[in-house]
């Protein structure tokens, strides 16, 4: 008897678990398009931060569609200002690599080096750019720089979330029809479990020496 309730509660909770991914998933594709895409984009992907912050803390939000909306509506303009900042730059630094790439002379190959280097560094600060965004409340300019620092600090972090990341797509890849249903939801949930740890950490550091960066 005791066997049996422990795997029903087991089998609840994953239930529940997929269902609430399939759900909040649901939610973000759908203030995405509200948004005309363009402009519901980035929004919709800070709310969706905001919501699996909230399950990694474990909290629960009394209404899933309350509390996506409100986070949705009240980072609207400043969560685009971010979005595409950081686009910008990611288009910026790739088209920099690609230009030095056709460059083929020794120039050329360290150029080439050297964006790359940039856009890697680049690629770890979006990681936590997100996550951070719904974690602290700071300055336009701060949470670039401390998402770049956070992101250097904590690697074996970074590490744990591509890993995660490449498992998700590997399952994906194997059940196509999944992604449509998880896919935003199941990498928010993955970058979200590590990126708190990481923000932990360095909480953790900053009550003992101080402060992360001035």
Do not use: C
């Not at 560094?121 to 949470?143: A, G, I, N, Q, R």
């Not at 956070?150 to 590490?159: N, P, T």
């Amino acid at each position: 008897m005791a066997q049996k309730e422990l795997d029903d509660t087991i089998l609840f909770k994953i239930t529940d678990w997929i269902a609430k991914l399939a759900y909040v998933n649901l939610l973000w594709v759908g203030f995405t398009i509200m948004g005309g895409v363009v402009l519901g984009l980035f929004p919709a992907t800070v709310a969706l931060f905001f919501i699996t912050r909230k399950w990694v803390l474990g909290e629960k939000p009394v209404s899933l569609v309350k509390s996506f909306f409100q986070a949705f509506r009240e980072d609207f303009w400043k969560a685009n200002a971010i979005g595409y900042s950081a686009g910008a730059l990611g288009v910026f630094l790739f088209t920099d690599v690609f230009l030095a790439s056709t460059l083929d002379n020794a120039f050329g190959f360290w150029l080439t080096f050297f964006f790359s280097v940039l856009f890697i560094l680049f690629l770890t600060m979006v990681v936590f750019l997100f996550p951070l965004f719904v974690h602290v409340k700071e300055s336009f300019y701060h949470y670039f720089k401390f998402a770049f620092l956070i992101g250097l600090s904590s690697l074996h972090y970074l590490l744990f979330i591509i890993t995660g990341s490449a498992l998700a797509i590997a399952l994906f890849a194997m059940v196509p029809a999944a992604a449509i249903f998880f896919a935003a939801s199941v990498f928010a949930m993955i970058i979200t479990l590590f990126s708190m740890k990481a923000f932990d950490r360095v909480e953790n550091r900053k009550r003992g020496d101080g402060s992360l960066a001035s």
